[in-house]
């Protein structure tokens, strides 16, 4: 069985139609890429999958699992196992760090039946997973993102799939705004948590992320649909090409 | 021909009528303070209860919110006292002074009056009354406010504490003001608390226990140059609960006041605070939680007298249910008042439709060369912000307390002693506990 399945998803948002009947198979394990222009519906696939209000659903399905997630709250799918990471990370001021990841953790068991994490393992994991990332004491210490920079936002969402251990981790656009080096900590990060029982959906607009997570699958998304599907190389050839042909393709 | 249109007496008026020409030849004091008294209650019954078309209490209409004047609660006998020990508010999770008053009286069985620092000195407002030494009553900083000409007219009792110039406290002093019985009374409460030059005191207030009681309370506080005073005073409860602290602040003095509210059906804060001195800097900082039909009025005079001062100011109000939030902060920059600081923020958080909030914040500036701002918000939980911690497992309750217990907690993050920190955050966390 898939891990992930979309099944003819037709999605609107604020009456405009957005997802067209999209198809997606994620196996366990695997990496799939998702690429397409702007406005091809990329970021609306990577809410409604985390079950984000006012994206509505009028046609299709989502399977984690094999379960049908689409009934679920965004909480109760996290706690099955799916992660998004943000393209814009929010500041929560107030909340810090630390008191924001185990109060997820806990909530996640608790969804899951299962007991609360001990405090020296939360923390023995926290630091362990922080340290690889850069992330020093200080920052776990103060509001979630507050006054952290692009880069160390998206070095925060890392850390935060990193402590939660999701099963499908979705990245939406998790590039955006990152210098090469940051790029790279961010990259080596996702590359680290690859596992047999953990996927990725990666969301981007640009091949340069695919460098660093090398998919196995490549996805052109158009018009809220896919449009082709490929290896790695597809992403190769859309940097060399552009999204232009995808685009007349799919009108 | 002019004719003033003064609208018939309420039956809360009468009855303040009725109470006070009974009590009149009861209240403690001697003469001197009888005269005091009669001022006091003819400056009342010139204008009555306050209400909204006066500028001060637009927003807290006591004529419309004090239906009935409650006679005034009996001293408090054995059985009193064994419910307001029973009550449980006797502790605080810090370790302090405590001063007990029930039902409007200071019970000595009940406080810590033991081993008092050198140059500190305790007093109940009741003996001080009768020894008729009350030449500072009403001078700290004076107004002709109503509700504090009524707390002169009915004082009862409270507390006058003296600390001695440069004497620090080891420990905080915490008045605890309970009130006991289902019948409810009227209770009045004044203090004048003096802390003199460069000493240091922290002190703690607190009013709790039954919802049926009418509290009027007053403080003087005279914060002497160089000194260094914390003033929390909580509200737990209360039917109708009328305060109002009048703080005079020295030179160089460091204050800081907060004011946290999590209980009472209809409370009104008032802070008449005159900066003095020059180079004092003050924290003024609060936070409220309201739920069904509560209404909370915090209403605030900042006066710069003396250049060169700081104030920081933040209120922080969460109102759920069909409660009211009201805030009104007044700065006003004296003349000679120059390179006065003041910044003042209110912020309200709504949790439901029906919750409404009135955000006043005014400046008066008489001197050209000060740095003065204010800025007033008010809103619902971002959206976003819950998808955030939702889309990390988080429940909608559970996210929801969290950006609350974050709201609150800025402006808590002003006081300075730890353990009270915790225990205003754990009376959030109660208030959070039960919204769900």
């Known amino acids: 069985m898939h891990l992930l399945e979309v099944k003819h998803l037709?999605?609107?948002?604020?009456?405009?139609?957005?997802?067209?009947?999209?198809?997606?198979?994620?196996?366990?394990?695997?990496?799939?890429?998702?690429?397409?222009?702007?406005?091809?519906?990329?970021?609306?696939?990577?809410?409604?999958?985390?079950?984000?209000?006012?994206?509505?659903?009028?046609?299709?399905?989502?399977?984690?699992?094999?379960?049908?997630?689409?009934?679920?709250?965004?909480h109760e799918r996290a706690a099955k196992g799916l992660f998004l990471a943000f393209q814009y990370p929010l500041e929560i001021p107030g909340v810090a760090t630390m008191t924001f990841l185990r109060t997820a953790m806990n909530a996640q068991r608790k969804q899951r039946g299962e007991p609360e994490i001990s405090t020296p393992d939360f923390l023995k994991r926290v630091r362990q997973v922080a340290g690889k990332l850069g992330i020093d004491q200080d920052m776990l210490r103060r509001g979630v993102n507050v006054g952290f920079s692009g880069g160390e936002k998206k070095r925060n969402e890392i850390l935060q799939m990193a402590v939660l251990e999701p099963r499908l981790c979705v990245l939406d656009?998790?590039?955006?705004?990152?210098?090469?080096?940051?790029?790279?900590?961010?990259?080596?990060?996702?590359?680290?948590?690859?596992?047999?029982?953990?996927?990725?959906?990666?969301?981007?607009?640009?091949?340069?992320?695919?460098?660093?997570?090398v998919p196995d699958v490549v996805h052109v998304l158009s018009k809220g649909r896919i449009v082709r599907t490929g290896g790695k190389e597809l992403a190769l050839e859309l940097e060399a090409s552009g999204y232009a042909q995808y685009q007349d393709a799919a009108a | 021909m002019s004719?003033?249109?003064?609208?018939?007496?309420?039956?809360?008026?009468?009855?303040?009528?009725?109470?006070?020409?009974?009590?009149?030849?009861?209240?403690?004091?001697?003469?001197?303070?009888?005269?005091?008294?009669?001022?006091?209650?003819?400056?009342?019954?010139?204008?009555?209860?306050?209400?909204?078309?006066?500028?001060?209490?637009?927003?807290?209409?006591?004529r419309a919110?004090?239906?009935?004047?409650?006679?005034?609660?009996?001293?408090?006998?054995?059985?009193?006292?064994?419910?307001?020990?029973?009550?449980?508010?006797?502790?605080?999770?810090?370790?302090?002074?405590?001063?007990?008053?029930?039902?409007?009286?200071?019970?000595?069985?009940?406080?810590?009056?033991?081993?008092?620092?050198?140059?500190?000195?305790?007093?109940?407002?009741?003996?001080?009354?009768?020894?008729g030494d009350v030449g500072k009553i009403g001078r700290i900083v004076p107004t002709?406010?109503?509700?504090?000409?009524?707390?002169?007219?009915?004082?009862?009792?409270?507390?006058?504490?003296?600390?001695?110039?440069?004497?620090?406290?080891?420990?905080?002093i915490h008045l605890i003001f309970v009130n006991t019985g289902e019948h409810g009374g009227a209770v009045f409460m004044r203090s004048l608390?003096?802390?003199?030059?460069?000493?240091?005191?922290?002190?703690?207030?607190?009013?709790?226990?039954?919802?049926e009681f009418q509290v009027n309370t007053a403080l003087e506080l005279d914060v002497r140059a160089n000194a260094h005073v914390d003033h929390v005073k909580i509200t737990r409860a209360g039917a109708l609960h009328v305060s109002t602290l009048m703080a005079c602040v020295g030179a160089q003095a460091r204050f800081n006041e907060f004011l946290f509210t999590a209980g009472g059906a209809v409370v009104r804060n008032q802070l008449f605070v005159r900066f003095?001195?020059?180079?004092?800097?003050?924290?003024?900082?609060?936070?409220?939680?309201?739920?069904?039909?509560?209404?909370?009025?915090?209403?605030?005079?900042?006066?710069?007298?003396?250049?060169?001062?700081?104030?920081?100011?933040?209120?922080?109000?969460?109102?759920?249910?069909?409660?009211?939030?009201?805030?009104?902060?007044?700065?006003?920059?004296?003349?000679?008042?120059?390179?006065?600081?003041?910044?003042?923020?209110?912020?309200?958080?709504?949790?439901?439709?029906?919750?409404?909030?009135?955000n006043k914040p005014e400046l008066e500036i008489f001197a050209d060369d000060v740095q003065c701002g204010h800025g007033a918000t008010s809103g619902a939980l971002?959206?976003?912000?819950?998808?955030?911690?939702?889309a990390r497992g988080i429940p909608q309750n559970e996210a929801e307390a969290l950006l609350i217990q974050a709201f609150v907690g800025e402006a808590v993050e002003g006081i300075e002693h730890a353990g009270l920190r915790d225990t205003l955050m754990g009376d959030v966390a109660a208030w959070l506990a039960e919204r769900k």
Not at chain 1, 22 to 38: F, Q, R, T, W
Not at chain 2, 149 to 169: E, K, Q, S
């Open chain 1, 10 to 74: 037709h999605v609107e948002v604020d009456g405009n139609k957005i997802l067209n009947g999209l198809e997606l198979s994620v196996g366990k394990g695997s990496v799939h890429a998702i690429m397409g222009p702007n406005g091809s519906g990329k970021s609306t696939l990577a809410h409604v999958l985390a079950g984000k209000q006012d994206y509505v659903v009028t046609q299709g399905e989502v399977l984690l699992d094999g379960d049908d997630i689409l009934v679920l709250d965004p």
């Open chain 1, 173 to 213: 656009e998790t590039d955006s705004g990152l210098d090469i080096d940051a790029l790279k900590v961010v990259a080596e990060g996702v590359n680290h948590l690859r596992a047999p029982e953990r996927s990725f959906v990666v969301i981007t607009h640009y091949q340069r992320l695919l460098n660093y997570i």
């Open chain 2, 3 to 62: 004719t003033e249109v003064r609208a018939s007496k309420t039956d809360a008026e009468s009855a303040l009528e009725t109470h006070f020409a009974a009590a009149r030849h009861s209240l403690p004091g001697a003469p001197a303070v009888a005269s005091l008294r009669e001022n006091a209650f003819r400056r009342f019954a010139a204008d009555g209860l306050p209400h909204r078309r006066i500028e001060e209490w637009k927003y807290t209409d006591l």
């Open chain 2, 65 to 131: 919110l004090m239906p009935a004047a409650k006679p005034l609660a009996p001293l408090p006998d054995g059985a009193a006292k064994l419910r307001a020990k029973e009550a449980g508010a006797m502790h605080l999770a810090i370790d302090a002074r405590r001063l007990v008053f029930v039902d409007g009286s200071f019970v000595p069985e009940l406080s810590d009056l033991a081993a008092l620092e050198g140059g500190l000195t305790i007093r109940s407002m009741a003996a001080l009354l009768v020894s």
């Open chain 2, 144 to 172: 002709d406010d109503i509700a504090v000409a009524l707390n002169t007219a009915f004082m009862g009792d409270g507390v006058m504490i003296d600390v001695a110039p440069r004497v620090a406290l080891s420990r905080p």
């Open chain 2, 193 to 211: 608390i003096t802390i003199g030059n460069g000493a240091r005191a922290m002190l703690v207030e607190s009013h709790e226990g039954s919802d």
């Open chain 2, 276 to 358: 003095a001195g020059e180079g004092t800097v003050a924290g003024i900082r609060g936070a409220c939680l309201t739920k069904h039909r509560q209404h909370v009025d915090t209403t605030l005079v900042v006066e710069h007298v003396a250049g060169g001062c700081t104030s920081r100011e933040m209120f922080k109000s969460v109102l759920d249910g069909e409660s009211h939030g009201i805030f009104q902060g007044k700065i006003i920059v004296r003349p000679h008042a120059q390179k006065t600081d003041a910044k003042m923020a209110t912020h309200a958080l709504l949790l439901s439709d029906s919750a409404e909030a009135a």
């Open chain 2, 382 to 390: 971002n959206a976003e912000l819950l998808f955030y911690l939702k």
